[in-house]
T-cell receptor, first 116, second 117 residues
């Protein structure tokens, strides 16, 4: 079974500052994927970034980067230069490797509030 | 926008009733997954449909059932509604491929918010 743990229920960050959202995971699979999604108050889950378990380099997508530490089983999301529009819920999730039923297992989320 | 649509947006039902939620997947996608998100929680996987057949199920009772149609749209049916079924129901579509890509990105719809009284 796969499990995701997000220990920060809420985070505050000032506009233009960087923020790190924590995520640890547990799985017995050798091959898996790690995802971060953003959920604004409208409810839709917006895909941000992906990291494969065999990827040697940390994933980056614009202002988002994923700090992947496999030995520690952590996949923290770093948002650089925060913007007011970044205020939302953020979910870490994982799935098994491509080719199987790619269900996503989510954590409980972190609510990020960006302030002026 | 992801191109995934869900209807209705909001729904209020009473205990014991039945409900049907609908999802239109993104063009070209052959897989639909359904998730339940209770207030303050992360989404929980209900089941997935691939080419009109159930392809994986989470820890939900049989009163949660689904369908996928030839055009890959999908329905989620819940019988004998309980108060704990109150949640946001999310549909996600993807193109399932077994090679050539590292992962099957899932595109989520806006969800249906179900309230059971």
């Amino acid at each position: 079974a796969q499990k995701i743990t997000q220990t920060q229920p809420g985070m505050f960050v000032q506009e233009k500052e960087a923020v790190t959202l924590d995520c640890t995971y547990d799985t017995s699979d050798q091959s898996y994927g790690l995802f971060w999604y953003k959920q604004p108050s409208s409810g839709e889950m917006i895909f941000l970034i992906y990291q494969g378990s065999y990827d040697e380099q940390n994933a980056t997508e614009g202002r988002y980067s994923l700090n992947f530490q496999k030995a520690r089983k952590s996949a923290n999301l770093v948002i650089s230069a925060s913007q007011l529009g970044d205020s939302a819920m953020y979910f870490c999730a994982m799935s098994r490797a491509t080719g199987t039923a790619s269900k996503l297992t989510f954590g409980t989320g972190t609510r990020l509030q960006v302030t002026l | 926008e992801t191109g995934v649509t869900q209807s209705p947006t909001h729904l209020i039902k009473t205990r014991g009733q039945q409900v049907t939620l609908r999802c239109s997947s993104q063009s070209g996608h052959n897989t639909v997954s359904w998730y339940q998100q209770a207030l303050g929680q992360g989404p929980q996987f209900i089941f997935q449909y691939y080419r009109e057949e159930e392809n994986g199920r989470g820890n939900f009772p049989p009163r949660f059932s689904g369908l996928q149609f030839p055009n890959y749209s999908s329905e989620l049916n819940v019988n004998a509604l309980e108060l704990d079924d109150s949640a946001l129901y999310l549909c996600a579509s993807s193109l399932r491929r077994t090679s050539g890509v590292p992962y099957n990105e899932q595109f989520f719809g806006p969800g249906t918010r179900l309230t059971v009284l």
